[in-house]
């Protein structure tokens, strides 16, 4: 029985509490110091590592006993304890909510076109991807102090039930158990592979050429040949000092560079057809991709209701302290 008090006073004990946090204060900036990203590195070892796991629940029983203690120190003074007992239970739920959030939330990325289908591991519901909502303007200018997109771009899912989802940017919506949203969005340019009218590869191949000018790649798979490209201006108007660029996502005007191996066997601008080695590249409008985050946390909402109850129980605390203030003078 006193090996059980004494540990119950060693978990519930203040000083556990001041040398946890003096821990966790020393870690904090001595990784801000050397090593950058403190707060992300010490979430990635709370899911990784067992011996932070160790500290963070050793901490979570200590807060979790000492608001208990609170409490039946408190039993005497039920509008004492009423003003407290918000903000102390959602610390409690806070810390919890936060761990097992952390330690059983599921992400993955998802690059999608139309017509894809969405299939997560923790998942029952499937998804058809059955329209992607352009960022971009058919025919847009662009200066250098633009903006990267005129509008916020949207993936419309349809479920097995024949109902329509609309999934932007921000904020992250709730599909079923998952909450997605778009984190980046693209163009997929058509291609199609030739020779001597014979068409070999044909397809949609996703890239990253916005921000325009930006540069990426596809392989023609089993040709060893590795395209180059990046979207030019189709036109350029000056007026004055003031330049601007003009783009037709309709009919992008690429710069490509065709490789085999280490030589280049075309490099030149085209919106159509570019030649080399006896093959043709037919190049067609381009459709468009978004880059998707979904995430299964069977715990978003208590930690959700956490915040509130430290938002709310924080003000309640303030406002009763004050009327506790005022009435003793």
């Known amino acids: 029985m006193k090996l059980v008090k004494r540990v119950y006073?060693?978990?519930?004990?203040?000083?556990?509490?001041?040398?946890?946090?003096?821990?966790?204060?020393?870690?904090?900036?001595t990784t801000s110091v050397w090593m950058d990203e403190a707060f992300a590195r010490f979430i990635h070892y709370l899911s990784k590592n067992n011996i932070v796991r160790l500290l963070y629940v050793l901490f979570l029983m200590n807060v979790t006993l000492r608001v208990f203690k609170s409490l039946v120190n408190l039993r005497k003074s039920p509008l004492r304890l009423l003003i407290r007992l918000p903000l102390l239970m959602g610390i409690v739920l806070f810390l919890?909510?936060?761990f097992m959030s952390v330690n059983t939330r599921q992400l993955r990325w998802q690059l999608l076109g139309e017509g894809?289908?969405?299939?997560?591991?923790?998942e029952?519901?499937?998804f058809r991807v059955v329209k992607i909502t352009s960022a971009l303007k058919k025919d847009l200018l662009r200066m250098d102090d633009s903006v990267i997109f005129d509008y916020e771009p949207y993936i419309t899912f349809q479920d097995r039930a024949g109902r329509l989802h609309r999934i932007g940017a921000f904020p992250p919506r709730r599909l079923s158990e998952t909450y997605m949203h778009v984190l980046n969005f693209g163009l997929a340019p058509g291609i199609e592979f030739s020779k001597d009218g014979k068409s070999l590869l044909r397809g949609e191949v996703a890239l990253r050429l916005i921000p325009f000018g930006v540069v990426d790649s596809?392989?023609?798979?089993?040709?060893?040949?590795?395209?180059?490209?990046?979207?030019?201006?189709n036109r350029i108007i000056r007026r004055g000092k003031e330049v601007a660029r003009n783009y037709d996502i309709r009919?992008?005007?690429?710069?490509i560079e065709v490789?085999?191996?280490d030589k280049t066997v075309f490099e030149g601008t085209s919106s159509g057809v570019v030649s080399f080695d006896g093959y043709e590249l037919r190049l067609y409008p381009p459709s468009f991709w978004v880059l998707l985050e979904a995430a299964y946390d069977p715990f978003y909402i208590p930690f959700v209701v956490s915040l509130g109850?430290?938002?709310?129980?924080?003000?309640?605390?303030?406002?009763?302290g004050l009327i506790f203030y005022l009435a003793r003078r």
Do not use: C
Request: proline share 4%; aromatic share 22%.
């Open 116 to 122: 894809d289908i969405l299939r997560l591991p923790w």
């Open 259 to 261: 490789l085999r191996g």
């Open 124 to 126: 029952k519901e499937v």
């Open 309 to 320: 109850l430290l938002l709310g129980g924080g003000l309640i605390y303030l406002a009763g």
């Open 9 to 29: 006073g060693f978990l519930s004990s203040w000083r556990l509490t001041f040398w946890l946090v003096a821990l966790f204060v020393l870690y904090y900036l």
């Open 96 to 98: 919890f909510s936060s």
């Open 218 to 233: 596809f392989e023609l798979r089993g040709y060893n040949y590795k395209v180059f490209m990046h979207i030019m201006p």
């Open 251 to 255: 009919s992008p005007l690429y710069q």
